[in-house]
């Protein structure tokens, strides 16, 4: 986005509108954190905002300022179309594809009004008016704090706003040892805690509150952990009985594909977990170095990401999937130990 077109979005908001703002179907901590962090500041112009997700999201989440007031399109679908209907901004945060709200995507299709886009993933798709794409910024959140400083409002980032994109860079760079993390990343962070974040709160709230069910299905997890030094590889399975078995909740194997990653020697980490509910295999997949766990996702798992983090599914069965993964390996064997 050019400075023309931040001008242009700075008379946009000169004036109070009707504005929503939509992150992606499942949020996670940047989906969450921009999201408010964008509906504090414009709430603090003036602006009537709301933040309609898709879906829920995890309990570990549910303490960030503001998220009382997310309204949720699954639940209370028909408040949330006269929103969008009524919008005369939609912001679209941390997805790139209308195809990623889920259920919202035919109400998003046929809603005639201005969409800003921000978001940090690869191949934005091109439904918005105004287009704000950084695929190497660590985080949205980190685009929304610059996005405001392209806007000449520093001044306006509160202590709620600066605790919400606080969430979003800590979670999507693994607290801040991701590759994506930079010297920028940090000088964002440090005026964040400068203007209100507790940064140990905020990392208690979000890593130091399991369950106990939470935990033993953690020991699950671990228990299916298979390695495949060939391939420098390693990966989970759980299926829909293991989650059953210890109470899954939304978010609960939030991190455990990380679990792989740090094994010695592994550069390539999955794990599949069983959804019988939506009869799909959902899969995350992280890398260390320069192997692109978005490509391999695009490619074999109707999925993508980041160079480094990745999302697909299979609508094979669990076995079925993880014998399809190792038989794709071979092929890559060179990649993986180059």
Not at 300 to 315: D, L, Y
Request: charged share 20%; net charge negative.
């Amino acid at each position: 986005m050019n400075t023309s077109e931040f001008k242009e979005i700075k008379a946009l908001l000169s004036a109070p509108k009707n504005i929503v703002i939509i992150p992606h179907k499942n949020p996670d901590g940047d989906a969450i954190g921009s999201t408010l962090a964008l509906h504090h500041y414009l709430s603090g112009l003036g602006h009537e905002s709301t933040v309609i997700t898709p879906n829920d999201y995890p309990s570990f989440l549910k303490w960030i300022p503001g998220e009382s007031s997310i309204v949720k399109y699954d639940s209370d679908t028909e408040l949330a179309v006269k929103k969008i209907r009524g919008a005369d901004i939609i912001f679209t945060l941390d997805f790139n594809h209308f195809s990623r709200t889920g259920n919202m995507e035919s109400v998003l299709e046929h809603t005639n009004t201005t969409f800003i886009m921000i978001d940090h993933h690869q191949q934005p798709d091109d439904y918005a008016t105004y287009t704000y794409s950084d695929v190497g910024m660590s985080s949205t959140c980190q685009m929304i704090y610059h996005f405001i400083e392209k806007l000449d409002d520093l001044d306006k980032i509160t202590a709620d706003v600066a605790t919400c994109i606080y969430v979003g860079i800590m979670t999507d760079t693994g607290s801040f040892r991701f590759r994506s993390t930079t010297s920028t990343t940090h000088k964002v962070i440090a005026d964040l805690i400068d203007r209100g974040a507790n940064n140990t709160a905020i990392h208690e709230d979000i890593y130091d509150n399991n369950t106990y069910s939470r935990l033993q299905l953690q020991g699950v997890a671990l228990k299916n952990l298979r390695v495949l030094p060939e391939y420098k590889t390693a990966y989970i399975t759980l299926s829909q009985k293991e989650l059953d078995d210890h109470n899954f909740k939304k978010g609960d194997t939030e991190g455990f594909v990380n679990m792989g990653l740090s094994v010695e020697g592994i550069l390539f980490a999955l794990i599949f977990i069983e959804n019988r509910g939506e009869n799909i295999i959902k899969i995350s997949l992280r890398s260390k170095g320069e192997f692109s766990v978005n490509e391999f996702s695009r490619n074999h798992f109707e999925g993508g990401g980041h160079h480094n983090a990745a999302g697909g599914k299979s609508n094979l069965s669990l076995s079925e999937t993880v014998e399809k993964f190792i038989s794709i390996l071979p092929s890559y064997k060179n990649a993986l130990n180059s």
